[in-house]
């Protein structure tokens, strides 16, 4: 039916989506109070906890089902990684971003075989730090590129591992190139550079390495290529 000067009625405006629900747990109630308060003036997100311990992470994510809980590691208690390990073993769909000062933190390496989603360090900048609960409340892992290359050093460090890496007989050479780019923190779009291909195909690699090695997540990808001996510091 048209209005009466003859144009179509105007389509109902699309509504909003619900804004992404984020936990905030830390022990520190300084980092909450500033995350909260950022959080406050976004519509895409809604902080609906805040949790001091790991103990009280695991309860409010069951409670609350928040899409995204930022995560401390260092909490009294339960810390950050046991925590993260429960909720990623439940059957709630949140992802885990962890928090953590990386220079004095021997855990990260725990923390993404835990199932966090990604993590960051404590000195990004807030704007950073709101991006990545964007990212993998989206289902994508985020691991910085700067940081990927730290953890490998940190990781090249460590005993040898008793635990046999994955096998990469299933994937091809081609694969085999573009996870040790995963794994040296590069994005898509510098894979795709690098490689000289375009991005969507960089995309499509990824998923059938997701698919091959049987990864939940880009981080996985990362701990799979290092625990294969693809990358080292030097790279």
Partial sequence: MSDQDGS??????????APIRV?????????????????????????????????????LTEQLAPDVVVMDIRMPGLNGIEATE???????AAHVLVLTTFDDDDY????????????????????????AVRVVAAGDALIAPSVTR?????????????SPGRPLTAITEREREVLVLVGSGLSNAEIAERLFIS?????????RLLSKLDARDRVQLVIIAYEAGLVSPCR
């Fill in 150 to 162: 730290r953890l490998i050093k940190e990781f090249a460090g460590r005993p040898a591992s008793t």
């Fill in 108 to 131: 990260v390496y725990g923390a993404l075989r835990a199932g966090a989603a990604g993590f960051l360090v404590k000195d990004m900048a807030l704007d950073d730090i709101l991006t």
């Fill in 86 to 92: 429960r909720i990623s073993a439940g059957t709630g």
């Fill in 8 to 17: 179509a009625p105007a389509s109902p405006p699309t509504p909003a989506p």
């Fill in 199 to 207: 991005v969507a195909t960089a995309k499509t690699y990824l998923t």
């Fill in 23 to 59: 936990l905030l747990a830390d022990d520190q109630p300084l980092v909450r109070a500033a995350l909260r308060m950022v959080v406050a003036d976004l519509p895409d997100l809604e902080v609906v906890g805040e949790a001091g311990t790991g103990d009280e992470a695991v309860r």
